[in-house]
């Protein structure tokens, strides 16, 4: 189920927004203020943000701005939503990396056919753009980021990190990375394996993402996610 989050602090229209978001199907949070929103942000990505741009705390379009700053949120479908109808306001907000924009008042019906239509877009590259925590893949730069920091990869760590993240989750076995990152074709019997420690060391303090699946292969998943597996079944 996909998670949207509103930031809006009239409390009625939040709650408008919210009912009508989760009535079509969407797991909904919403915030009164950018200090809660930031909050929720750093424990969990949601798959669209609605955000007012008249706030208490924070200005909409300098939320948005530090969004489109971070290598993890540069992506993230944002529709912007303020009473302002000017057509200033709206050039600022999409010069400012907004993907759509809804003035109010506005008519549920239209709220939901937008949020659809952006999700929709968004997903048809989602294979391109890939995070886990605090890793990001570009794929139209292929570029990997660590913290908003670049990490200079080989073609074939690229390819690796790729397919594990894609999958995250999932146990890959030796076979099928084999044959999807070097099609089928082993130089040595060790390819793998050293390949998977660079990959680590150039993640650093994120390669713990990365776990060994004794006798089977490797399965990317979040830090926290492989810290209480790891707790549950040591590897010794």
Known sequence: ????????????????????????????????????????????????????????????????????RRADTRRLPVILVTAKGEEIDKVRGFDSGADDYISKPFGVMEMIARVKA?????????????????????GEKRMAYVDDRPVELTLKEYELLHLLMLNKGIVLSRDLIMERVWDGYESESRTLDMHIKSLRKKLGDSAS???????????AEAPAAAADEEMAHPEG
């Open 1 to 68: 189920m996909q998670t949207i989050y509103i930031v809006e602090d009239d409390r009625n229209i939040r709650e408008i927004e919210m009912l009508a978001l989760k009535n079509s199907g969407y797991r909904v949070q919403g915030f009164e203020t950018a200090r809660d929103f930031y909050t929720a942000m750093a424990d969990r990505l949601p798959s669209l943000v609605m955000l007012d741009i008249m706030l208490p705390d924070e200005d909409g379009i300098s939320i948005l701005q530090n969004l489109r």
């Open 118 to 138: 952006l999700l929709r877009r968004s997903n048809e590259g989602e294979t391109k753009f890939l995070t886990l925590g605090n890793v990001f893949l570009d």
């Open 209 to 219: 993402m990365i776990r060994t699946m004794r006798g089977v292969g490797y399965i």
